[in-house]
């Protein structure tokens, strides 16, 4: 069974019969295989990549490793480039992508601790969502908070599109 907040927002997802795809780095395909068990997952999931590594965000998205260089590839650039990108692959109404640090010896710093992630949102009509935010705990900790803060923020996306 999905997560409370990842089945919130597939309902309001399948109810505006939107499509997702999602580009995930951090999370590793976790956040695909919580929309999976979603109740709707049949008709609103289009699919994932998982880009972990610098070099496959540069060779599936197109970034440069000038981008990847000046902003790392956990943030909030890469990240929205991510989500930007997942057009060439998908035909998705909804592009979402995560990247971030879950444990040490990346890119972090005091400014970007262990913890950091970002995710980026692409909705209808070029509409967007970029969000940072710093969780607590460790890799499986963060990556749970993430996947519930990205149902959270698509909930409330949704919602204010329907009122």
Known sequence: MASDKIAECSKLIARNKLKVALAESATAGRLASEFSLAEESGDILLGGIVCYDACTKEDLFGISP????????????????????????????????????????????????????????????????????????NAEKVIKQTIDRVGTLLTDLLSAEER
Request: aromatic share 8%.
């Open 66 to 137: 000038e981008t990847i260089q000046q902003y790392t590839a956990e943030s909030a650039e890469v990240t929205k480039a991510l989500a930007e990108g997942l057009r060439k692959y998908f035909d998705c109404d909804i592009a979402v992508a995560i990247t971030g640090l879950t444990t040490p010896g990346g890119s972090e710093t005091p400014e970007k601790p262990v913890g950091t992630m970002f995710i980026h949102i692409v909705l209808p009509n070029n509409r967007y969502c970029a969000h940072r935010e710093v969780f607590e705990g």
